[in-house]
């Protein structure tokens, strides 16, 4: 980390450094320099004045600060053009040619340049040196350079992107060449997406990083076990590529311990049941009808199955939780775990209070927030972390990232819910999906992330207030996340049957119980706002699908002027594209 002066100049950077035959003597005589001034240099070479191949060194140094080893370099060569014309093929390079002092500062000031190039041709020494001052004593000005340097960015994501596309298909390596049917069918499923509604709860728009992550050669290696302790050999990188999604999935929520390695959420449920539990155990959990998740004691699912499973559920006049109920059921049946979350479940959940019944009849607090992760991650809803003895999670919900699971727990069990993730119930990881996991972790943290949080509930909630306008119910009266039930049976509609119906105008919904009605039905639909936003929907667009739900499930599929509802669906994909 670089330190600040009273200024706000950098005064301690760590910076890379290379040059070709040419810039030797120059290029020296700055390491020198910087390490004078009090900077941290490291000098990849050249390291003598014989004749060699310029690109080889400014690859070296591009790569370093590509990778974020260092956060600046400086290259030389004759001319420095060389140099810039290499550095500038690597990702994340901003290499700058400066003769004078001005041009490295506006280098600096309006480009964020991290690779600085001089010509020893044309710079003599003490001029280099003020050069160099210059350069690292000024701050990126940010403003309406941000916009311009994030268009430099999506040109080069776009390059690389077609340069991948060029190499595969020059080699006869394309998904078409090797198998056209899968292509067709890959392409027929880009078509579905990008010409539907989807208001599916459990599903978002992830960031094009974390879909090439998933497709990567990650995918290729074996390496069981955990970081600095696997089973394969060749597991130096996926020991780094482990430990920074464990670090940053600690960070972002504030966590003891992570496991990251559960590839999905049920199995991370699985581990945290397997690492606390024994079969016959007794578990509390909200009841499957209720908004619950069947994992979590569900007759149709192993929790049932291996533990004895009593439910709570919603009070009936407000649909609400019963935290007395829950109270009552855990007081009277001691049982050794106490389950919170759910899958439809739209109010905020008091976590201090489950800990406290817990607390009070000497169980264990177990949280799933599958659905509520990014929301906690975006402090858009209460942390479970500090009150639960085990988090579960899915990555690819609300978390916006691949499809995986995780595991957040206490320091003193950590060792039980690793081993019950491996080797009790999984092999090798997915590594490509780890990695993928990091990044969704990183980008968690960022502004952007909490921004496009609070956007999801405002439409959430828009949604359900203009959906309640037209005459129906929603369950419990609104919502405070991303998702809400409305109850289409209080209008003699089924759900099984309204989901088919929207589907076949191009909006996707879930089919869903309301609680209080008969076991097995599904007198509902569960709406979800992530996609919508994730497409950068607004509050005004709600209330036009609002209005488009009502027209199917009134039966009139077309609206005023003789326009019918798909083509307006079609009309808003491409108004707002999956990925701009």
């Known amino acids: 980390m670089s330190k600040k002066n009273e200024a706000g100049t950098e005064k301690t950077t ?11 003597e120059l290029e020296k005589h700055l390491v020198n320099f910087l390490r004078n001034e009090g900077h941290i ?34 290259l030389v060569c004759h001319s420095g053009t060389g140099m810039s ?23 600096r000031l309006h480009n964020d340049s991290n690779v600085l190039v001089l010509g020893a041709g044309f710079t003599p020494k003490d001029e280099a040196e003020e050069i160099v001052r210059v350069w690292l004593a000024t701050q990126f000005e940010g403003g309406r350079h941000s916009r311009r340097l994030e268009k430099i960015s999506l040109l080069e994501e776009k390059a690389c992107e077609d340069a991948d596309r060029d190499f595969w298909s020059y080699h006869g390596n394309t998904l078409k060449g090797t198998d056209a049917e899968a292509h067709r069918l890959l392409q027929l499923e880009t078509k579905r997406h990008a010409g539907t509604l989807d208001l599916v709860a459990s599903e978002s728009v992830i960031h094009p990083a974390i879909l090439e992550t998933t497709g990567s050669i990650l995918t290729l290696k074996y390496a069981e076990g955990y970081p600095g302790d696997r089973l394969y050999p060749g597991c130096e990188v996926m020991d780094e590529i482990e430990s920074l ?55 149709s699912s192993f929790s ?33 775990l106490l389950i919170a979350g759910g899958s439809f479940y739209s109010r905020v959940i008091d976590f201090p209070r489950f800990r406290k019944i817990a607390d009070s009849h000497g169980a264990l607090l177990m949280v799933d927030m599958a659905h509520l992760a990014g929301l906690v991650a975006a402090g858009i809803h209460p942390s479970p972390v500090p009150y639960a003895d085990v988090v579960t999670s899915t990555t690819h919900k609300t978390l916006k990232g691949p499809r995986g699971g995780l595991l957040l727990g206490r320091k003193k069990l950590a060792d039980a819910f690793d081993k019950a993730v491996f080797p009790v119930l999984q092999g090798g990881p997915l590594m490509h999906v780890v990695l993928a996991k990091a990044v969704c972790f990183k980008l968690a943290m960022g502004s952007e992330f909490r921004e ?4 999801v509930v405002r439409n959430s909630k828009a949604l359900a207030r203009e959906t309640e306008k037209l005459g129906y119910r929603i369950v419990s009266g609104g919502t405070e996340n991303h998702l809400f039930v409305v109850d289409t049976g209080s209008g003699g509609i089924d759900g099984s049957i309204a989901w088919k119906q929207l589907e076949s105008s191009g909006i996707l919904v879930n089919k869903c119980p309301v609680p209080f009605q008969a076991e097995g039905s599904f007198g509902g639909i569960r709406l979800g706002s992530l996609s919508l936003t994730a497409r950068g929907m607004k509050e005004t667009d709600m209330a036009e699908i609002a209005i488009l739900i009502d027209a199917v499930l009134r039966k009139n599929s077309r609206l005023s002027g003789g326009v019918t509802v798909k083509s307006v669906v079609e009309d808003l994909c491409s108004r707002f594209p999956v990925y701009q």
């Open 452 to 455: 496009f949080q609070l956007q």
């Open 245 to 299: 999604a464990i670090e940053r999935a600690k960070l972002l929520f504030g966590a003891e311990h992570a496991n990251v390695q559960p590839y999905s959420g049920t199995q991370a449920n699985m581990a945290a049941y397997f690492a606390v539990l024994k079969p016959g155990d007794k578990i509390v959990s909200m009841k499957s009808s209720h908004g619950g998740h069947s994992t979590h004691g569900g007759s």
């Open 41 to 74: 240099s490291e000098d990849l070479g050249t390291f003598s004045q014989d004749s060699v191949d310029y690109p080889d060194f400014g690859l070296a140094v591009a790569l370093a600060v590509s990778s974020g080893e260092f956060p600046r370099g400086i």
């Open 304 to 336: 049932g199955t291996l533990y004895r499973s009593f439910r709570y559920g919603v009070r009936k006049e407000t649909e609400l939780l019963d935290y007395e109920e829950v109270e009552e059921l855990v007081s009277r049946e001691r049982p050794r």
């Open 85 to 107: 014309i290499v550095a500038n093929k690597i990702r994340g390079v901003r290499a700058a040619l400066t003769r004078d002092r001005e041009s490295a500062r506006l280098s």
């Open 14 to 24: 760590r910076i890379v450094l290379g040059c070709d035959h040419a810039g030797f």
